[in-house]
């Protein structure tokens, strides 16, 4: 069975700063889609980046970016220049062959202005 | 062009009584997914439904849970029987499609369900 793992709990950085969450999974299948979304308090599961395990170029949109290392089974986020409105708990999530997301614990991303 | 639109936004319910959940999926979308949040954990699967049809519902448990999209109107999640341990925030999300594996799902805001 795919697992997922999110290590770190919370995160902080400071505005305007660049900070990288962490994500990584366990699978057999070689054809999968990795995941980012991130939940305000407001609770609406918005997606920020999504990654093919196929291709070898890294997602990027605007301000965030993925490092993505297939072999090493490794999908981190990186935010630049962060914002207050960055702050949420950003979730990883995979998906397979089966249509069903599997989804990490979360990270609760902390904005110091 | 509205999006997953779910209500109610927060359900509150005695222990023994029952729980109905409402998900409109987006214009156009066929599928329906339900996802429940526990409190400091990330979502996870309980049911998958097309029209009339329920695909998968493997990580719905076998008591007390049912859900159906009928051909018209909203898919409804239904808990009979609520318990303290049911206290979640529940998750739709539809798509387009089922497959393939790149479809995006698109979330509502949850429904957050109390059980006192």
């Known amino acids: 069975a795919q697992t997922v793992t999110q290590s770190q709990p919370e995160m902080s950085v400071q505005e305007a700063e660049t900070v990288t969450l962490s994500c990584t999974y366990d699978t057999s299948e070689s054809d999968y889609y990795l995941f980012w979304y991130k939940q305000p308090p407001s609770r609406q599961m918005i997606l920020v980046i999504r990654q093919e395990a196929y291709k070898q170029q890294n997602a990027t949109e605007n301000r965030f970016s993925v490092n993505f290392q297939k072999a090493a089974k490794s999908f981190s986020l990186k935010i630049s220049d962060s914002q207050l409105g960055d702050a949420a708990m950003y979730f990883c999530?995979?998906?397979?062959?089966?249509?069903?997301?599997?989804w990490g614990a979360g990270t609760k991303l902390i904005i110091k202005p | 062009n509205a999006g997953v639109m779910q209500n109610p936004r927060h359900l509150v319910r005695r222990r023994g009584q029952e729980a109905r959940l409402r998900c409109s999926p987006m214009?156009?979308?066929?599928?329906v997914y339900w996802y429940r949040q526990l409190p400091e954990e990330g979502l996870k699967f309980m049911v998958y439904l097309q029209k009339e049809n329920i695909i998968d519902e493997s990580g719905m448990p076998k008591e007390r849970f049912s859900a159906e999209f009928p051909k018209e109107g909203p898919s409804i999640l239904r808990i009979q029987q609520v318990v303290r341990g049911d206290s979640a925030a529940y998750f739709c999300?539809?798509?387009?499609?089922?497959?393939?594996?790149?479809?995006?799902?698109?979330f509502g805001n949850g429904t957050r369900l109390t059980v006192t």
């Open positions: 999300a539809s798509s387009p499609s089922g497959l393939p594996l790149n479809s995006p799902l698109h």
């Open positions: 214009k156009g979308h066929s599928h």
């Open positions: 999530a995979y998906r397979g062959s089966n249509y069903q997301l599997i």
